[in-house]
């Protein structure tokens, strides 16, 4: 099972960018459809961003659409998440996922997934 660890979090005023990374660990890297969610303070989690596995296709939430780009390494077993204009109800705890079934539209809706990260808290001031 692959294990992840995010990183790149941070303050950021609005209008910023911040770019977020999740290294994985283990050697089936580009088995797993890798995505991040989010959760805001007393928010349920939510899907953001999902990449294939050589990083053909993505997926994103109409929230974060043209906003957000989620790309791929799988040399370097990491995921990033650029995020730019960002805006203050984009702050919120940002998890990776992993899991080797899923598909890139599907994975937002699935009860279940493989692998979390412990997740990376963003915020963004007014």
């Known amino acids: 099972q692959v294990q992840l660890a995010e990183s790149g979090g941070g303050l950021v005023q609005a209008g910023g960018s911040l770019r977020l990374h999740c290294a994985a660990s283990?050697?089936?890297?580009?088995?797993?459809?890798m995505g991040w969610f989010r959760q805001a303070p007393g928010k349920e989690r939510e899907f953001v961003a999902s990449?294939?596995?050589?990083?053909?296709?993505?997926y994103y939430s109409d929230t974060v659409k043209d906003r957000f780009t989620i790309s791929r390494d799988n040399a370097k077993n990491t995921v990033y998440l650029q995020m730019n204009s960002l805006k203050p109800e984009d702050t919120a705890v940002y998890y990776c996922?992993?899991?080797?079934?899923?598909?890139?539209?599907?994975?937002?809706?699935?009860?279940?997934?493989?692998?979390w990260g412990q997740g990376t808290l963003v915020t963004v001031s007014s």
């Open positions: 996922a992993a899991d080797p079934l899923a598909t890139t539209q599907a994975m937002g809706g699935m009860k279940a997934l493989e692998a």
């Open positions: 283990g050697h089936t890297f580009s088995s797993y459809v």
């Open positions: 990449i294939s596995r050589r990083g053909g296709y993505t």
